[in-house]
């Protein structure tokens, strides 16, 4: 498994359903060379202890991501 794979210390969410990707609203039609198409725009949040959204962030870049937020956090 993954998880075990990389001893990470919490869950990781599967939603083949798509409630929490559109409750978050990050599933919009996406481009990609002229061909339309529905997806997961890259997205990161920022929740506190109460659930809330302290911020958002959009335009993610995957290689990016991880150091702007350690800076963020």
């Known amino acids: 498994m993954f998880a075990e794979k990389y001893q990470l210390p919490f869950l990781l ?3 083949p359903e798509l409630n929490v990707i559109k409750a978050y609203d990050v599933w919009h039609e996406k481009n990609n060379y ?4 529905m997806g997961v725009v890259r997205t990161t949040y920022i929740i506190n202890e109460e ?18 937020m350690l800076i963020e956090l």
């Not at 002229?34 to 198409?37: F, I, P, Y």
């Not at 659930?51 to 702007?68: D, L, M, Q, S």
């Open 51 to 68: 659930g809330a959204i302290e911020k958002a962030f959009t335009k993610v870049k995957a290689a990016e991501n991880p150091k702007n």
């Open 13 to 15: 969410l599967a939603d």
């Open 34 to 37: 002229g061909k339309k198409a």
